[in-house]
């Protein structure tokens, strides 16, 4: 299986890294995001709204689990879905949303191990700080993020179209 690992300086540039992201992603497809709080997973997923020109704001999901941000020019919606409360396996469909998963791209916080059995594919996105900061001086505030795609949706020319979205950007 191949990993895509990716770092970035500042909140804006994970907001970037995720709406380059989205520029190749389809309806159906399915991220779960990983990683401590504080690591970017909403700053992430708000990249992702930016990519698909959702109707926003993006923001944390905590008090409603759900939320369905709608295209503003006719493409997938956003449904962003906070998983931290939910059970050991979530149904997303007990949420009732406004929204076929088919047709939209669906982002699930806090995901992993909770969310993979309701598509045959997903794309694993695991953000976190890394420990050791090379210079403490540095006004940076880096992240690693490292995209595991799995799933027949993501074949070979999937992921290397994903790949040469994020060499490029
Ligand atoms: P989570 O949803 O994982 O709990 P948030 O996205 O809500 O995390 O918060 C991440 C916080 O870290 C924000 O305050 C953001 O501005 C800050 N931050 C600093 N550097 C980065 C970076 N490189 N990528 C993402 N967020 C960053
Ligand atoms: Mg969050």
Known sequence: MSVLELRTTDPEGTRLAAQVIAGVLRPGDLLVLD???????????????????????????????????????????????????????????????????DDAVTVVEWGRDRVEHLTSSHLLVELERPDQ??????????????????????????VTDLARALDAA
């Open 35 to 101: 990683g401590p709080l504080g690591a970017g997973k909403t700053t992430f997923t708000q990249g992702l709204g930016a990519g698909l020109d959702v109707r926003g704001p993006v923001a944390s999901p905590t008090f409603v689990i759900a939320r369905v941000h709608p295209s503003l020019s006719g493409g997938p919606a956003l449904v962003h879905v906070d998983a931290y409360r939910l059970g050991g396996s979530a149904d997303l469909e007990d949420l009732d949303l406004e929204a076929d998963l």
């Open 133 to 158: 900061v090379d210079d403490p001086d540095l006004p940076e505030e880096p992240r690693t993020l490292r995209l595991t795609p799995a799933g027949p949706r993501w074949d070979e020319g999937a």
